[in-house]
């Protein structure tokens, strides 16, 4: 009789895992947080990179923005003569170009070196960005949201428009949209475009019991209990992106605009993180798209489905 070669360890304990069934463990819960994989890898290691990027041009973003208009130097002593007569020229009013300007906005602990990229990518398709800093100081999202206001005023007043586009990440969102919603402001604001902004709350906030306007970002904070208050007539179009990998956003689902009286489009970016969102390449050209949708009433190409920036 011819006995069959002997089977490997290996190959014992899977034809014993075949033959025998265990009785059913109850299952733990999964922890939160999405799982570890290659996709979560890749997006922290690009977090790390931009944030060292972000930490070597912090000092320049520290100044604010100089205005379109530098003051007037000082001229030679004014004469004792009676004037010259004016020529007889008509200086032209201010002509607003077609498309509004954009306020950049940044997020918490930040300045406006954040929006280089897409700063660079709104000017060559011809759109004129301007920042705003905010101190970090800034002890309330009511206040910072008062001082976007005079500056969209002073803004429209310079350019000739009536109204303004704003991009805003994270903290920087919230602010715009408290102004929107609670300030009047969406008679100047024609689109919001939000990246990575607690909509609904977060409860992974950095430093929640320290800073006040880090507690109002989280979850039934006054701040954001009045942004769940009815806006009706909000003439603001919403664009909130907000991605799987965002792990300031806790659930990631707080970055997306859920309110029934604001025209809000959610999208989703997969494969990066948090602070990658205002850099990324493929981000900033969605965010031109969206900003050069037509309102309504116009042919509706808004920007809506999923954004990939893998």
């Known amino acids: 009789m011819t006995f069959p070669p002997p089977l490997s360890p290996l190959t014992q304990l899977t034809h014993l895992a075949r033959l025998t069934r265990l009785p059913s463990l109850p299952r733990l819960p999964r922890p939160p947080g999405p799982r ?49 007569p004016a020529p007889a020229t008509t200086v032209p009013p201010v002509v607003p170009s077609a498309a509004p300007p954009v306020v950049l906005l940044h997020g918490f602990i930040d300045n406006r070196s954040a929006f280089v990229v897409l700063r660079r990518t ?19 999202v009511r206040t910072a949201a008062g001082l976007l206001g005079r500056h969209v005023e002073e803004i429209c007043a310079r350019t000739g428009h009536s109204r303004v586009d704003i991009v805003g990440h994270s903290l920087g969102g ?111 050209a969605a965010v031109r798209e969206a900003l050069e949708a037509p309102e309504a009433g116009e042919d509706d190409a808004t920007a809506t489905g999923t954004t990939s920036a893998a």
């Open 36 to 84: 570890l994989s290659s996709a979560l890898l890749g997006a922290t290691a690009l977090e790390l990179f931009v944030l060292a990027g972000r930490l070597a041009v912090y000092p320049f973003g520290l100044a604010p923005e100089r205005g379109a208009t530098a003051p007037a130097e000082a001229g030679p002593p004014a004469s004792t003569d009676p004037p010259a």
């Open 122 to 140: 709104l000017t060559r398709h011809g759109r004129r960005p301007e920042s705003l800093n905010y101190s970090p100081l800034t002890r309330d």
């Open 174 to 284: 919230l602010i715009a949209r408290y102004y929107v919603q609670r300030l009047g402001g969406d008679r100047r604001v024609r689109t919001l475009v939000t990246l990575g902004t607690p909509h609904g709350g977060t409860a992974v906030a950095p430093g929640a019991g320290v800073h006040p306007i880090v507690r109002q970002m989280r979850g039934g904070s006054s701040v954001i209990e009045e942004l769940r208050d009815p806006a009706p007539g909000c003439r603001t179009r919403f664009v909130s992106f907000w991605s799987e990998l965002d792990q300031v956003m806790v659930p990631v689902g707080t970055a997306c605009v859920d309110h029934p009286d604001l025209d809000a489009v959610n999208v989703r970016v997969t494969g990066i993180g948090h602070l990658a969102l205002p850099v990324h390449p493929t981000v900033a």
